[in-house]
């Protein structure tokens, strides 16, 4: 399988910083190597997809389950494909801890991104708290049961394990715990088919391709390394050199 690699550039990079780093962003990696997947702020997707000069697909970083109405503030799927999303990123561990998005909103999201035609990468992953007290497995079965159901018959979707600790805290998962929990997502998945799983949490070019070498390991989901061209583009190419 081809590695996915892909940037949440969070609340940074408005529409000329998104054209700014496409303008220097020149993977050193061969076509077709990785794929790349872009996750920029509503407000620069039009301005990003403008200006790529790789192939890549974007994705929003959040979407409503409504398909229209008064909700001030969200947008919907079937806004964000008509921007020219065909990803949509569902409870980020941001959205999770900071917004309070529960479990059964992360599954109304991603029954709501697949009815509109996008891809759900729905994100999963344990606060240290759990992961110190033994509850990895429960925590990480239970988050992927909310939405499994919203799954079924869905051609394309993605899973994110990215543990809350390692995120934008410098602190990342080994190759054997991110194999570890990439396992339990993969067997708590069961039947819904071998999507990819991806490692997200202070991925790194120095850390990348050990990660995606580890087993059941399909891909990275970067935040803070993903806003520099350069740094992203080394770490595209960390994974375009890595076994499967
Ligand atoms: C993220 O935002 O999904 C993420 C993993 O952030 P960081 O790489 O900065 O830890």
Known sequence: MVKVVAGNWKMHHGPDAARRFFSRFRPKVENGSVRLVFFPPDLSLEAAIGSTRVPADFGVQNIHWEAAGARTGETSAEMAREAGATLALIGHSERRH??????????????????????????????????????????????????????????????????????GTGETATPDDAAEAHGIVRDALGTLGRAPVLYGGSVKPGNAAALVSAPDVDGVLVGGASLDPDVFARIAEACGGAGS
């Not at 991104?113 to 606060?127: F, N, Q, S, T, Y």
């Not at 429960?138 to 990215?162: D, H, I, K, N, P």
């Open 98 to 167: 900071i917004f309070g998005e529960t479990d059964a909103e992360v599954d109304r999201k991603v029954g709501a991104a697949a009815r509109a035609g996008l891809v759900p990468v729905v994100c999963v992953g344990e606060l240290l708290e759990e992961r110190r007290a033994g509850r990895l497995e429960e925590v990480l079965r239970r988050q992927v049961g909310a939405f499994a159901g919203s799954l079924a018959g869905v051609a394309e979707f993605m899973v994110a394990y990215e543990p809350v600790w390692a995120i």
